[in-house]
Structure formats: structure tokens, C-alpha cells
């Protein structure tokens, strides 16, 4: 058994566990209120990412505290490895933080256990007038507003061009590159590059499976929570993720294992020692920064002639329902979103901001990375894309599930077919369609 494998399971006892406690704390806990707090009160404030970020969010925190004298702002952060597991274990003993970062499915998932904060019930404290309307639809569940989005965010091919020239090898036009211009490329990359030196940093990832449909006119999930791909699409995903391995454009089966769950400073990409990689485009900086490269980023490959890329909240603040201080909890949300000194604090550390108020008060302040960002969502957002989903309860457990069986089609334990059928089968009993 994998140690993702172990960490699945390990996450889903503690999420069983945390959704049976909170139907046994519901009828004894106070109920959240919108009352404004007149003593001093502390909150604790959960995210995950590396030292920058830290840095950076603890700057806006004593801005915030020195606003707001009477809320005293705990920080709890740590690597996007153990975030969730942790905060499944945190809510199972009725501790969940009163802000809580998250990202992707989960803002649903926990909203459906009952675990979040209807952000109506703090309206007066919690100002989303100004959001992007696209990004208040992202954080919305069944109709309601659970997450307030921290920034705009789209899949990238992040590419050094220094890796490039090293190589003899042109950058691509992507405006019309194909997945097997892709793949030839990264393959041309490895073949002219010092050992170690990868076309790509990795295969493809969940979140390109999501894109790998779309490109089809077919999508992750539905409107009403069901799949919406098929086999072959699963299938030609396996294949060419495994066709990355085999060929060496990207690292071996053990090489990408070895790198699941490391920093942004030591991915391939991060140290120099990739062409290409498939990933965010708010990633861009930190990336940049790793690596002392100039680096830029591409739309991606097979955009033409259906686009399969889209505009994502980068990451979403939450509130607990079990918070005892949500008046307080809100106003530190809306003071991270609204604040024009938060805003330059934090500039797109979480995404290109989804309040143009604040896009304007950062753009001067910007690296260049930073505009290189902003300007991709601009010429993202200008695209005709598809509608996107959040996924159902129970989607969480998929991208585990595509990453696992991702790792034995390179290991060659499964065959791209085999594989297909499994994810199927396992991703339709998560969501329990």
C-alpha cells in the first residue's frame, strides 16, 4: 500500500469521525452569532504554504490587529501535506480554527457536513459587495455563501526559458500547440539537458485531468454532481501521463513518487532542472524565486479548437460554524480582501485579486512575475470557456483516488485501460453516484 494510500485513508477516518461529532456537538454548542464583540477576543487563522507566504500573511495579520485592537489574531499554518488531514482531525474534536483557508472541493464538502459558516449570518461585518461575481459563484454552495475567494487562478504551463537555450530548443507557440507538441517538446528537452534535467517536472496531474475533458467537451463533474467523462477520456489521460514517463520527458515512476508532496523549492521546476511544468499560475512567483530564472508561462497545450482551461479561486477563507467569535472572524476576512494595505502586503500570493479595488492597488507594486500573473487571468477571463463545477461531497477523495492510480499506471501495475475502469469505478463510489 502506497503511504498516499495510507494518508487517504487516515483523512477519511478522521472526516467520519468529524462529521459524527458534529451531529453529537449541533445540540449542545452555542449557536454562531452576528453580534459584535466588546472585550478583547482571539481567533485562530489556518492556511498552508511556504515561508514567504507565512511572512507575508503575518504582516497583514498586525495590520489587521492593529486596526482592530480588541481581536487578537492566532496563526496556525504548515504544508498543503498534512493541512487537510490535520483539519479533519481538528474539526472531529469540535476545534476547528475561525478562519479556515481552503481550496478546490473542500469548501463543499465541509459545508455539506455542516461544518461551515452561512456567511449571510455575518453579513454586516463581512463586506463581498465588491467581489468579481464569477468569484462569489465560486464560493457558493447549493445557493449559499460559504467562501470568500482569495484570488483569480488558472492551470499554466509554467517554462524556463533558460532550460530552453541550454538545450537548443524553441519555445513553443501557444497559441496553437498541441498535448503531443507537448510531449515532443519536453522529450527533445530531456534528450539535449545534463541527466536530471527534465522536458517537464511532472506527469499530468488531477487538476489537468479536469482540462483533459473539457479539451472534449466533457468536464470533471456535472451540474448535478455526477461524472461527466468517460472511460477514453479517462484512458487517454493514463496513457499520456505514462507516455510522459516512458519517454523520458518527464522524471521515472520513483522520481515523480519521490515528488508528490515536496516544497516549491524542490520541485524540478524549483531547482532549476525543468523546461516545462504543468501546474497554477499563481505558482509563478514562488517558482521564480526557487529557482533564480526568469520564468514565464504558456496557455496550455490543446486549447484549440474547444478550450478546456478556466478561471479558479485560487483559495477560499471560510469561517467555522462552530467559531465563537464570528463577528470578529469576518471582519479579518473582509479586511484581507478589501484592505488596500492588506492587499499590497499580499499582493498575488493567493491569486490575482478578485476585488479590482485592490488589483488596482497592487498593480505598481507587482514584480514582474507578479504582472506576468495578472495578466494571464486578464487573457484568461477574455476566453469562451465552459462552465465549472465545484465537485460534489465526497469529490475530495477523487483527486487521491487519480493520484494513486496514476502511480501504479507508472509503476506499470495497471494497464491506461485497467486503470480507467478503476478510477471510475472508485471516483463514482466517493461521490456515491
Known amino acids: 500500500m502506497t503511504r498516499r494510500s495510507l494518508r487517504s485513508i ?29 472585550g478583547p477576543v482571539e481567533i485562530r487563522f489556518s492556511w498552508w504554504g511556504n515561508a ?10 498586525k495590520e489587521f490587529e492593529a486596526a482592530n ?9 504548515g504544508d ?34 455542516g461544518a461551515l459558516l452561512d456567511l449571510s449570518k455575518v453579513d454586516g461585518s463581512l463586506d463581498i459587495s465588491k467581489m468579481d461575481q464569477g468569484a462569489l459563484e465560486n464560493g457558493q454552495v447549493q445557493g449559499k455563501q460559504y467562501g470568500v475567494s482569495t484570488g483569480a487562478n488558472a492551470l499554466a504551463i509554467v517554462v524556463n526559458p533558460a532550460v530552453f537555450q541550454a538545450a537548443g530548443v524553441a519555445l513553443p507557440d501557444d497559441s496553437k500547440w498541441s498535448w503531443d507538441d507537448f510531449a515532443k517538446t519536453a522529450e527533445d528537452i530531456t534528450a539535449k539537458s545534463p541527466k536530471g534535467t527534465y522536458g517537464t517536472a511532472t506527469v499530468l496531474t488531477h487538476d489537468s485531468l479536469d482540462a483533459f475533458a473539457r479539451q472534449r467537451g466533457k468536464s470533471l463533474y456535472t451540474q448535478d454532481g455526477q461524472l461527466g467523462l468517460d472511460k477514453e477520456t479517462v484512458q487517454d489521460y493514463f496513457d499520456f501521463s505514462l507516455k510522459l514517463s ?24 524549483g531547482m532549476g532542472q525543468a523546461g516545462m511544468m504543468l501546474t497554477w499560475s499563481n505558482s509563478l512567483t514562488a517558482l521564480s524565486k526557487a529557482s533564480g530564472a526568469e520564468l514565464k508561462l504558456l496557455k ?7 478550450p478546456g482551461i478556466w478561471l479558479q479561486s485560487s483559495q477560499f477563507y471560510t469561517i467555522s460554524a462552530r467559531s465563537k467569535h464570528t463577528d470578529a472572524a469576518a471582519k479579518l476576512v473582509s479586511f484581507l480582501v478589501n484592505n488596500e494595505a492588506a492587499a499590497k502586503i499580499i499582493q498575488s500570493d493567493r491569486g490575482v485579486p478578485s476585488n479590482s479595488g485592490m488589483r488596482t492597488a497592487i498593480q505598481d507594486l507587482l514584480t514582474p ?3 506576468a500573473e495578472a495578466a494571464y487571468i486578464d487573457q484568461i477571463g477574455k476566453m469562451d470557456f465552459a462552465p465549472t463545477f465545484i465537485g460534489p461531497t465526497g469529490s475530495t477523495a477523487v483527486s487521491e483516488i487519480t493520484a494513486r492510480i496514476n502511480t501504479e499506471v507508472l509503476f506499470k501495475r495497471l ?19
Do not use: H
Open 369 to 371: 512575475q507578479g504582472k
Open 246 to 269: 516512458e519517454s523520458g520527458a518527464a522524471p521515472s515512476a520513483s522520481e515523480t513518487v519521490e515528488k508528490l508532496n515536496v516544497s516549491t523549492e524542490q520541485t524540478l521546476m
Open 10 to 38: 487516515r483523512k477519511s477516518i478522521a472526516f467520519v469521525a468529524a462529521v459524527g461529532m458534529l451531529g453529537l456537538t449541533a445540540a449542545c454548542s452555542s449557536p454562531s452569532s452576528n453580534q459584535p464583540e466588546d
Open 415 to 433: 494497464t491506461p485501460e485497467k486503470a480507467a475502469e478503476q478510477w471510475l469505478s472508485e471516483s463514482k463510489a466517493a461521490i456515491g453516484k
Open 80 to 113: 498543503i501535506g498534512g493541512y487537510f488531514d490535520k483539519l479533519a482531525t481538528q474539526v472531529a474534536a469540535n476545534d476547528a480554527p475561525d478562519v479556515i483557508t481552503m481550496g478546490g472541493a473542500y469548501p463543499a464538502e465541509y459545508a455539506n457536513r
Open 52 to 61: 514567504t507566504r507565512a511572512e507575508l500573511t503575518n504582516k497583514a495579520i
Open 300 to 306: 496550455l497545450p490543446g486549447e484549440t479548437p474547444t
Open 69 to 77: 485592537p480588541n481581536i487578537k489574531v492566532k496563526p496556525e499554518y
